[in-house]
């Protein structure tokens, strides 16, 4: 197996069939938007294959001109593989290869009170696997009108500047993020992607 990213032709096939289906409307960024933050040097689109097959897949979202911190925006394993554990070893291969030039942030949404049993076992599920990847909780966000847990592979002295850091990569222009959310905060409203 092998982890390298997906670039050209390769992204509109893994878009539609992958992360369309495993992902809702309101978390899937368009197209569009994704090509242009290739183009920008600030997105990554990595996929774990076996051969030409590709198994699993990872998108890593960064500030060029600060690589300290860098987001895991999606995180998915095809249908066919799931529960097998290659989510975990896309993270750690992740991991390893950012090595100690860059800190891995992690986003997973939060289970919300009216929100569905079902909705909320799987978000419940998400946090407990991540933490099984040796992650920790370190504050709560906003994006897409949804509050997140956004994990670490350790508490940093200075949580401040990966706040900043964090805000960094989403940029002014995205009103829908907060970060941090305290906790009697609201969501602000979806991403302009929705509106």
């Known amino acids: 197996m092998e982890l390298r990213q997906i670039a050209g032709e390769g992204l509109e096939s893994w878009y539609h069939r992958e992360l369309r289906e495993a992902f809702p409307p309101n978390e899937c960024k368009p197209l ?3 090509r242009a933050l290739v183009a920008a040097g ?12 590709l198994l699993g897949y990872a998108t890593l979202w960064m500030d060029p001109a600060d690589t300290r911190c860098i987001l895991l925006d999606y995180l998915g394993v095809t249908a066919a593989r799931r529960n ?17 030039r860059s800190l891995l942030l992690i986003e997973a949404e939060c289970p919300a ?11 419940r599920r998400r946090l407990r696997f991540y933490e099984r990847c040796g992650f920790v909780p370190a504050y709560d966000m906003a994006t897409c009108g949804l509050r997140f847990t956004t994990l670490l592979p350790s508490l940093p002295e200075d949580l401040g500047l990966v706040m900043d850091l964090h805000r960094a990569i989403y ?4 009103t829908d993020v907060r970060i ?9 409203g979806p991403p302009a992607w929705m509106r």
Not at 84 to 97: A, K
Not at 113 to 123: C, F, K, P, V, Y
Not at 171 to 174: A, Q, S
Not at 180 to 188: A, K, N, Q
């Open 32 to 34: 569009n938007d994704i």
């Open 42 to 53: 600030r997105y990554e689109v990595w996929g774990l294959f076996e051969g030409e097959a």
């Open 84 to 100: 097998g554990g290659l989510g975990r070893r896309i993270v750690g291969m992740l991991t390893e290869q950012l090595g100690d």
């Open 113 to 123: 009170e009216g929100d569905g049993l079902e909705e909320n076992a799987i978000r």
């Open 171 to 174: 940029g002014p222009e995205r």
């Open 180 to 188: 941090p959310l305290g906790p009697d905060e609201t969501p602000p």
